[in-house]
């Protein structure tokens, strides 16, 4: 007869201990394993979300502790991917068990520094329009492309910068539309308004184009995705307020976001304020109209554009895919350009590892989880690889810029944005 | 040796990072697919190579060390369970040697996931049968260990039949060729005793496997019953009727509707009282001959409707609710019981109708899903441990369910293998006499019980045994000297 564990009642009162239902739907199955990049990259099982689980139990039974290294460094190695979350047949919402997980562990000890110190700039508009002014500047000059080669993150953060921005260049276009899809906002993000502009712009003129009127939205800020992931859930539900009062004062039918992971939080905005009462509904409400530019494309066709004969693949990013189960909209949208080749990329659905700022805090990992990526892309001997998320894009086009590949990474918007400039010419 | 210098001598082979000490890294090794059981390895092994893996069970037989090889560690019998000895993991030796087509054969590194080498073949239009509903996450080491069975083994079958040689590295550290990859057995069949043996012979370091050319057609028949009876009635008449279908699947209510629930919902009628998932393969004329045969015995035995899949997707959404139906039951309850035993055929209905009864007095929710055709039952029950009376119910029905398939003429376990779980059972199917057998036969390969010990056979029966006087002389010469005989020598 089994010997089934004692009841889970330690850590009471914290926000692992809320999770308890949803650890207590894993039946230890393992059909998350192959699913789980980090598992496929290190080959043990605590790296993996069954692994993870586990350890979680243990913590809420009492037989570890917060403060257990094995425990902190297995929470730490998750990518937050959340491919598990479509492999699991139990529905066990792991994106949530693994923040709240991290918000108990940060009572305990908190972060490394570096972490720290990236999301404290995230949380404060000032200090993020000075960082990302900065970067503009730096981004302008040779030196990224140049300094993208050395070893290490130094060289690796490079790579990343010099792959910011759209890597085509179009003419500028006269866009006008009917505006019977309705009215939309768009969330202009941190790091997409700051490092990917002129992709918020074309974001605005396709969206215009297929009929959907562009309300600005006002006092809008970061979406506190960052926060969340790493735990710091107090920083994410003031984030979450900011952005949650804005969007109110648009009355606009659809908030617009080309950032998944961005998307993926707004969604989720009232499961982080749930608790609280005064906001929960309003979070509801807000989060109700959040849309993937790529969805709002879709509905709308989108109008085709002008012939662009490209090779492009396109990577599924995991807060698209398996966090807002997003799976056919962005291949919509490249399907509207006429003479664009799409070629199917192999393990388009598995995670390119940049997650957020793990790739900056877990590099070895990241490296780890990169490489299979690199290899599936040069496979398909495409020219672009297309996928709608900034920490994406910047990863996957560092990776493919060390390696010497002459492939470049771009948003699905801009390709649509490019073809609709070659059509008016 | 001790546990640190047992460890240190390890890591000089795999590296510090494979050789796992702590106890919150041990932590989630403590159990396998069955969590309700929980057991700590004194350390854990994960070789990455051929040679890593022969240079570690080699310095486990130095230092004397029991061990417990480990696949995915999705095993439902707690067959994986390493208390207080090491845990071999043998995931990370996951290469596809290689594949040849000409002779339908491929050899693979016990690490393999089944799912893995099915997708690097299926380009080829071949596949690898046995389909264990875990075949997402499973290893091909696991699968040859547990003799493990699947949808797909009612007209292919199981393991067994797949494995044509293996290289097996017993626990002394000694290798040995089992079978021949032509298929062909000299003297005794070692790979079938071998294949089956829930890791007590030692693991396998590669498999000889038969691929399977694809179907040049299937059909996929979901057909629903307003009743359980009419539903096992018509799985043997279908049988009887001379057909045998790639696949022959039951789901009760109970099961349907915790599927419909998933992220796997796949289209099955929440208001049957019970489906059966068929399926046809061959040439197109014999399919569509069998597919109306079927549709007719369905039709006559009581099936409101039997629908077909239309394209691949569809089919592919009817299999993957089948096979991910257990683990999607985890949103009943927040502990499950995962049950394995096989009957007659011709007596599903009674004893379908036995357990309802069962679970009925003991106030517990029995899912039932299963491979019908072989009259290979799962009765699962979700519930929660932490309520005792609840958890004694719950152990008490399975206790009783099992009875009621040993007393149909049935056996403890179609496919999940004994391991731990079904330990307390084995005396109800098999006499002393076959014990002590199984422990002659074991000693063969492992003479000091150190590959996987505690486990299939209970320690008694082996004890029973070394007691007699025969029992002490070496079980191996005397098998040796019947072969040697055998041969005339």
Known sequence: MPDDAGPACALQGTPLAAALPGINACVHCGFCLQACPTYLALEDENESPRGRIFLMRSLLEGTVTPNDESVRTHIDRCLGCRACETACPSGVPYGQLLEATRATLREAELPPAAARIILWVFSHPALMRIAMFASRLLAATPIPTIMSKISGRAGFGMAMLASAGSPLERDAYFCEGDGKRGTSSVLLGCVMEGLFTETNRATERVLTKNGYQILDAPGQGCCGALHAHAGDLETARKLARVNIAAFERSPADFISVNAAGCGAMMREYEHLLKDDADWRDRAAAVASRVRDVSELLSAAGPIPGGRMPLRVTYDAPCHLVHAQRITLPPLAVLAAIPGLELIPLRDSENCCGSAGIYNLIEPETSDAVLAPKLENIAETGASFVATGNPGCLMQIGAGLLRSGSRARAIHPVDLLDASYAMQQQ | ?489
């Open chain 2, 1 to 489: 040796m001790s546990n640190v210098a047992l460890a240190e001598k390890l890591a000089v082979i795999v590296g510090d990072r494979f050789v796992l000490q702590r106890d919150g890294d041990l932590l989630v090794y403590n159990s396998d697919g069955l969590p309700g059981y929980r057991r700590k390895p004194r350390l854990a092994v994960f070789p990455g190579s051929r040679e890593e893996t022969v240079a570690v069970v080699r310095a486990l037989a130095d230092a004397g060390a029991a061990f417990v090889p480990r696949g995915a560690g999705t095993g439902l019998s707690g067959g994986a369970l390493a208390d207080d000895v090491v845990l071999l993991g043998l995931h990370r030796l996951k290469r596809v040697m290689s594949i040849d087509q000409e002779n339908l054969r491929a050899v693979v590194e016990p690490g393999v996931v089944n799912l893995v080498l099915n997708k690097t073949i299926a380009p080829l239009g071949l596949l690898y049968a046995p389909d264990p509903s875990s075949e997402a996450a499973c290893t091909i080491g696991g699968n040859l260990a547990e003799n493990a069975g699947g949808p797909h083994c009612l007209k292919y079958g199981v393991t067994l039949n797949h494995i044509l040689a293996i290289t097996a590295l017993l626990p002394n550290g000694e290798i040995m060729s089992l079978g021949n990859p032509e298929g062909e057995i000299d003297g005794y069949d070692l790979r079938g005793a071998f294949i089956g043996s829930e890791g007590c012979f030692g693991v396998a370091l590669d498999a000889t496997v038969r691929l399977t050319k694809k179907p040049v057609a299937v059909r996929t028949m979901l057909a629903d019953f307003t009743s359980v009876d009419s539903a096992a009635h018509v799985t043997s008449a279908i049988i009887a009727s001379g057909i045998i279908p790639a696949a022959l699947e039951f789901m009760d209510e109970a099961t349907i509707k915790v599927v419909e629930s998933s992220v796997y919902a796949a289209g099955y009628p929440s208001d049957a009282a019970a489906v059966l998932l068929i399926e046809v393969d061959g040439n197109e004329a014999g399919v569509s001959a069998d597919r109306d045969a079927i549709e007719k015995i369905c039709l006559d035995g009581g099936a409101r409707a039997v629908k077909v899949a239309r394209t691949e997707a569809e089919r592919g959404r009817l299999w993957q609710g089948r096979k991910k139906a257990f683990g999607a039951m985890g949103r009943m309850a927040p502990h499950l019981v995962v049950q394995d035993a096989v009957i007659p055929r011709t007596k599903l209905a009674p004893v379908l109708r036995r357990i309802a009864e069962i679970a009925a007095a003991n106030r517990v929710t029995v899912c039932n899903v299963f491979h019908a055709g072989d009259g290979n039952l799962h009765p699962n029950i979700p519930y929660n441990a932490d309520d005792p009376d609840e958890s004694e119910r719950v152990h008490r029905s399975m206790g009783e369910i099992m009875h009621a398939c040993v007393d149909a003429g049935g056996s403890i376990t179609g496919e999940h293998g004994v391991g731990l779980d079904k330990i307390g059972y084995i005396d109800l199917i098999f006499s002393a006499e076959s014990l002590r057998a199984m422990c002659r036969l074991r000693e063969v390969f492992d003479p000091d019980h150190r590959s996987n010990p505690g486990k299939v056979v209970p320690i008694h029966a082996c004890q029973e045994w070394r007691a007699t006087p025969a029992g002490r002389k070496s079980p191996a010469s005397e098998l040796v000297a019947v072969s040697a005989e055998s041969q005339g020598v």
